[in-house]
């Protein structure tokens, strides 16, 4: 069974920066297009993005210019590197294959905890 970890996660202040990692314990990056999704306390879980096995990007219209999502399928991790970090940014940040989540059949892990304070 394919378990993703996700990891990087952290307090920074408004205008900072992280970088999240997300280690899968299968060979899955090679065939699947993944994505980040976060939730902060009473919302919804949203996309954050997303990159195909081509390494074709997309994000959300509210990270577009900040953040990079980039994948290094030799080492099994997909990353997302958040600059220019707002306090509205603050969420549990999780990663999984588009497909499962697009399917309804996401397992979802821990996530890591992004605080940025103002």
């Known amino acids: 069974q394919v378990q993703l970890v996700e990891s990087g996660g952290g307090l920074v202040q408004a205008g900072g920066s992280l970088r999240l990692s997300c280690v899968a314990t299968?060979?899955?990056?090679?065939?699947?297009?993944m994505g980040w999704y976060r939730q902060a306390p009473g919302k919804q879980r949203e996309l954050v993005a997303t990159?195909?096995?081509?390494?074709?990007?997309n994000y959300a219209s509210s990270v577009k210019g900040r953040f990079t999502i980039s994948r290094d399928s030799a080492k099994n991790t997909v990353y997302l590197w958040m600059n220019s970090l707002k306090t509205e940014d603050t969420a549990t940040y999780y990663c999984?294959?588009?497909?499962?989540?697009?399917?309804?059949?996401?397992?979802w892990g821990q996530g890591t905890q992004v605080t940025v304070s103002s």
């Open positions: 999984n294959t588009v497909r499962e989540v697009v399917s309804g059949i996401a397992i």
């Open positions: 299968g060979n899955i990056l090679s065939i699947n297009a």
């Open positions: 990159i195909t096995v081509l390494g074709t990007t």
